[in-house]
């Protein structure tokens, strides 16, 4: 004789039971997981954040933590590229002291140059990294840091120290050198620095408001 379809009821009431309980435990064990794990990830992410915008502040004295002081610039704005500029600003006894901004510039020879740009609140250059690029290697790749020290001339410069119509390289007659083989890569990264001064002088009240808290603007 067959077994009746009822005999077989418990039994597979148990084992959707078993399974449901073993797939709530799985998803209990990855909800911990995660939690125990993303808050690693966003210090890991946080701390090299804030080792990528060092080399940019050398030599500037501050007390507040720089990512903790984040301001927003949407488009449409004057500084280079179209998209929204993110703005570290440090300050000492909550007295402004610099803004590095992340700026994108589009002109490079192999497309968007992406960097920062430290500018002390007097307006000189702190310091200059390249964050991204797709330059030729071998050439216009010699703008990083860690190849080459080119970025070093900026150091300390200013719209004042050269005059801001000597903010070209030497071949178009200004007061930067350029790397050979590369004008157009250097021609970009001058102009983008020079393009973020301007604005830093036109906007520098405005951006050193709300010490310490993460704000956007809006330009008019």
Known sequence: MGRSPEGDGPGVWRSGLTLAVLAAICTGLVAITWQLTAARIAGNEQAALERSLEPTLSGVFYDNVATESLLVIPPPHD???????????????????????????PGGYAGAIRLLVGIEYSGEVTGVRVLSHRETPGLGDLIEASKTNWLEQFRNTSLA???RTE?????????????????????AVVRAIRQTLVYFE???????????????????
């Open 79 to 105: 500084l280079p590229g179209t998209e929204p500029v993110p703005v570290y600003r440090v300050y000492s006894e909550s007295e402004p002291v610099a803004a590095v901004f992340v700026i994108t510039e």
């Open 161 to 163: 120290a050269p005059p």
């Open 167 to 187: 903010w070209a390289i030497r071949r178009d007659g200004g007061a930067f050198d350029q790397i050979t083989g590369a004008s157009v890569t250097t021609r």
């Open 202 to 220: 036109g906007h520098r009240d405005f951006i050193f408001e709300a010490a310490g808290e993460e704000t956007t603007e809006q330009d008019e």
